[in-house]
Structure formats: structure tokens, C-alpha cells
């Protein structure tokens, strides 16, 4: 029997509030997912018992083993039903959790450096790239995307972690005026570098910092999303071709396989548009 | 036409033996009853299963705990050709249930025998194996069989006849009619000696007749029910909330239709049933036990909760110890209809 990697566990509350603007981050105690979860896994999670909703939700693990040893973070905006349970959970309460699940970014203590690409709520995972990396020799940057100054998040966790942090908005309202891969390929150009690029975001700006690499000859990884069933790789709702080495393409479970897919391989014509 | 009262009572296991070394006793935990059924020839250490499209092929979850624990695995419906399935949103969420149209996603009859099988001996997985097998015609049907039944490995097939029927030009699925049931039993009968499950649709006039029909090709058991055709409508944009339009409606939603269908067919076959239709406790498989399922599938409720079987499995347990019960072959068809069951025909439960 393989060991179990997966725990499905009641996680207790402790604490919700507001993160920055209309983003919520919720702490809940979870000690054998917070000591198993990586930076790009994913939890599925069920604010209530019963039947309506049926479903979990997926959420991508923000933060783990950092206010609290034992506890993951979660940050997330209400977009829909099962989002807004979620929001009405105080500390006390039960969260009914399955994860760590998903394929991790590849995080390592040495290696070239490592520019972490978020847009929107995506950048969590990054922050939590930088947690781990933190105080290792590799060379962190991290670069936020937005369309407008209030959608841009997390700036203070980076500066907080020592990363130096490039912003950019669509409109111009903070940072650079123009896209985030502008901003890297400027970077690039400017220093020389060549490093391995890691994003979480919108689809278009995965499929941009994916395209970039190819470009620049650089290694990147996105993180996909799609909507889910079960999360854990058996209802095969959320699949996404990718390129196999014949040159032909298969599908994977964006839950199981993914959804940290190295950029070159994402047929990323063949997504769904949301 | 045998009724429920003559039907022949399976052997009640008298004494309760103790449960495997895996859970110790101790004050707090009696020992477990042993709910070993014999399913149509198909030997499982409890009455619970995992349904079709549910459960992959059990490598997933033995990830989260030991899959053996099951009485059986039906792993993901299995095609002639490997199988893209369908345009996405596959699913949608409704209200206590949701609907699915996947399109049979799967690697094919091939594909299985050559990195599932294998997979199964490798990961340990040692529990019953059912494939449950689907086809576009009678020969696809045949030939899948004829290929599984040489393969080795597995402990039963299931036929999921819920297919459109491509001989039909109106796409009407074999299910929907007793004869072509019938005939598709019967020729994947004659190519295997596996235990032969055939898996029935909701989505007739007579279920009677076409469960009738599958016995009379060979079925050994019946699977009581398949999903329901059913349909999700976003009002703001008019469009269907899954890409092609019609998919199969499961979960909670469905189990009164369900139980009303396996105490129907319960009364007018003699093979066993296989129940599942929104089973998400131990609670809602007494229910099937009751209405005359044998045997029952956790289908969506895995999607819910990955233990969701394994805990089924206990609550069966609790349930049959608070009632006296040692097991659930005492269950079968025990219902009692208020207005119908004669006072002199109810045996009560000790």
C-alpha cells in the first residue's frame, strides 16, 4: 500500500478576516496537511455538512506552517456559494478539508534564480514559494500583476520575506503602466539573468510568461485552474491536454497531474475560456 | 413471477467473528460483525462497493487509505478504442446532486489490460475487481468482454447498457428497450464466464420488463440504477451549464427513485441487485438494504468525501448492532409498506 500523502480531516478555525481590500485569508488548524502541503497544492474544502452544496471547492494553500506550526492559510475572495460558506466560518469552527493535493511548483534550496509571477490571488502560492526559500542562497524576485491598483495583492508579504518586488498595473495606476512580462522581459534584458520563471494567475497571464520562456529559452511552470468536481483525480472533469515527447498531446487532470504543469507543454489553445 | 415472500433467504452468519488484526479491540471498540456476501459468485468481505466513474481505478484513493478495505472496486467504464470524452464543463453542481456528461473518458480495453491490471498487482490492491465495460453496438460490447474475460485479474463485469445504441438512428440507448437488453447480454454471456452484472437506466416505462430481459440473456445480477438524464440552464446567458447540454443527474437528489426502483425489480427477479443512487452514510445503504439491494455502490459521495465508502462501511456496522443484527442479508427486502404489507408478513427484527 502506498503511505498516505492525502488526509481527509475536520480542520478547526482560527482565525478569518479581511486581507487586503475585498480578499479574505482564513487560518485553519490542519497539522498533517500544513506539514505535508508544498507551494502550488491545493486543498478541497466543505464549509458545511449535508447536501446543499454538495460539491468542495477547491482553494490553493496560500500559506502553510507560517502564523501556526500546524495550520494552512487560505486566501480567497467570495465569487460564488461555496466561497461565501467559507467567508461565514469564525474561529471555533469546523472546515471539513482533503489535501495537500496537486502537484507542487519544484522548489529548491540551490539553483538558478527564481522570479515568482502573481496576478490577482495567484500570488499566493508565491508567497509561499518565498517562505520556504527564505534565508536559502537562491536568488528570489517577484513580480505582481494587476489590471489596476486595487487588484494588486501581496506586495508586503514579499518585502516582508526580503524579495525585491516589481509591480505593474494594466492602467497604470501603480507600478509600471503595461503587462507583468513586459516588466520580466525588461528585467531580463537588464541583468542578464536567466532564471527559472514560476506563475499563478489568470490564464492569459500564464500563457504569456509560458510563451515568454520559450522565447527567452528559459524554464517555467503555471499553475492551471479549471473548475472541479472531486479534486482528487477519479470524476475527470477538469482534464487539459498537454504535450507528450511523440509530439502528439494527452490529457491530464488538472487536480492530479497538475495544476503546476511546466509552461512548454500546456496546449494552451485547446483550454477552456472562462 | 416469484414475490417477495418466496424468495430464498441467503445463509445468516450466526456468530460474529472478529475483525482483521489492522483494528485492535479495546474497551471502547466491540468487534466487527463479518459482512461477507457472496454476490453473484463474487466473493466480497462486505456488501459495499465503489461505483463506476467514481473511484478511477483505486490508485487514486490508495492515497488516502486502503482501498481493500472495500467489498469491491467497479473501476471507470472501459470502451473498445481509448476515449477523449467530452467538451468541457462536465459537470455542473444541483441542488442536492449534480450532473455529469465525462463522455467515458478512458484508455481503452487494451489500455486496461496493459497498465491497470498490472498496476493493481503492484500497488497491492487485492480486493474484487469489476469492470464495468460500455459500447456504441453489440459487437464493441462482445469484443471488450471476450478481451477482459482472457485477461485475467478481475472478478466480474458490468455492463453499462445506460450507451446510445448507434444501430438505432434515434440514438436510443439499449436500456430502453427489453429486446436489444436481452441481446446484449446474451451474446456477452456467451463469451465470458465472468460474474455478469448488467447495469440498469432509470429513464423507462417498464423497468420490470427490461430487468426481466437482462435475466433472461444471463444477467447474474442487477445494477439498480444509472444516472438520470437531466439538464442545467444558466437564465442570465440561456445556455446549458454543461457543454453538451444532456448529462446524468446523481447524489442524494436521486436515492427515492432509486429505492422505489430496486423494491420494484426486488419483487419480480430472483438475481441479486446491486443498489446506488445518492448513498452518502451507512443510514442511506440500510435504506437500499432494505428496499432489496444485496449488495450496494458509494458513487458520488466519493467526490464528496474520499472516505466516504469506508465509512458507509462502519455505519452498517453501528447500524446492525444497535438493531441486534449480524448481518445485512437479514435486511434484504425487509420492507414494510404501511398500507400494503399484511401485519401477518412483517418479521420483526429481533
Redesign the interface.
Known sequence: MIDPKIYVIAGEVLSQEVFERDFRRIVIRAPEIAKAARPGQFVMVRAKEGSDPLLPRPFSIFRARHTHRDAIEILYKVVGWGSSLVATKQRGDRVWLTGPLGQPFTVQKKGPPMWLVGGGYGVGPMVFISDVLKGSKRELKAFVGARYKSAVLGVGEFKRNRIPVFISTEDGSMGFKGRVTEVIEREIVKTGAKPVLVACGPTPMLRAVAELAMRQGLTSEVSLEETMGCGTGVCLSCVCDIKTQDGGSHQRMICRHGPVFPGNIVLWDKLRKH | MKGRKMRKKEGIVDQPSFSSPSSPSSLSRLPELNLAVDFAGIKMKNPVMVAS????YGE???????V?QLGAIVV?GTTLEPR??N?????V?T????I?S?GL?NVGVEGFIREKLPMFKR??IVTPIIVNISGHSIEEFEEVARRLDGAGGIQGLELNISCPNIAYASARTFSHDPATTREVTARVRKVTRLPLIVKLSPDVTDIVAIAQAAVEGGADALAIMNTIPGMAIDAETRRAKIARGVGGLS???IKPIALRLIWTVFQAVKVPIVGMGGI?NGTDAIEFFIAGSKTVAVG?A??????ASVEVVDGIQAYLRRHGLNHTNELVGSLIIPAVTPHSAIRIPQ
Open positions: 466513474g467514481t473511484f478511477g487514486e484513493f490508495m492515497e488516502i487509505f486502503d481493500n471507470k477523449w470524452g467538451p468541457l464543463p462536465r459537470i453542481e441542488p442536492s446532486g449534480m455529469n465525462i473518458q500497488l497491492g447524489g442524494p437528489a452518502m458520488t466519493n467526490f464528496v468525501n474520499p472516505k
